[in-house]
């Protein structure tokens, strides 16, 4: 919907059942996004550890009952990092992208 109208293999693989635009619509869609989807992964390196599920306070890294291995500390601290920087592109793109209005 960025270029304001469905792209054309969605036309031909979808067909007739993709609505119509009109040529206001067409300019109020252009350029917009309905949904941003970052993926992104990593190998993180764990052994069991049961002991973590004794404790009275836990979040969900206890709850998953292992100790992470520490020759991949490197790795853990990097997850951490990409999770911090994937929080502030959210933030910029639902600062840049404007609110339309709904009717």
Same mark, same amino acid.
């Given at each position: 919907? !960025? *270029? &304001? =109208? ?5 036309? %031909? #693989? ?8 009109? =040529?206001? +619509?067409?300019?109020?869609?252009? &350029?917009?996004? =309905?949904?941003?989807?970052? #993926?992104?992964? $990593? /190998? !993180? *390196?764990? %052994? /069991? ?10 979040? *969900?890294?206890?709850?998953? /009952?292992? /100790?992470? =291995? ?9 997850? $951490?990092? $990409?999770? #911090? ?10 600062? *840049?992208?404007?609110?339309? +209005?709904?009717?």
């Amino acid at each position: 919907m !960025v *270029y &304001g =109208d469905y792209p054309p293999v969605m036309r %031909k #693989n979808v067909g007739s059942r993709l609505p119509s635009f009109t =040529d206001e +619509e067409r300019k109020r869609v252009t &350029g917009s996004f =309905d949904f941003v989807g970052f #993926n992104h992964y $990593i /190998a !993180v *390196y764990v %052994k /069991a550890d049961l002991s973590r599920l004794d404790q009275k306070l836990r979040d *969900y890294m206890f709850d998953a /009952a292992v /100790a992470y =291995d520490s020759m991949n500390l490197r790795t853990l601290i990097f997850f $951490i990092m $990409i999770q #911090n920087t994937m929080r502030r592109m959210h933030s910029l793109v639902h600062f *840049y992208s404007a609110s339309p +209005e709904v009717k």
